[in-house]
């Protein structure tokens, strides 16, 4: 409590030689579309979870009130 706390370094790199445009990694990765495949992926199961859960709701709320 005497002394002051170091504060936390802030790591700010910036790669001096590196060009995407030119990796080959990189040109592949977009070639073969591996990030539009996960942004889908996330979009489809997102309305069937939400389907699912309003499902589930109407079922507890037809039984709890007496319906079912």
Known sequence: MLFKKP?????DYTPRFYKPE???QEKRKRKLG???AI???RKNRN?????IM??????IYLKLSGIL
């Open 7 to 11: 504060k936390h370094k802030s790591f």
């Open 22 to 24: 030119e990796d080959k």
């Open 34 to 36: 591996f990030r539009r």
């Open 39 to 41: 942004v889908k992926q």
């Open 47 to 51: 309305p069937i979870v939400w389907g």
């Open 54 to 59: 309003v499902i589930l709701i109407i079922i």
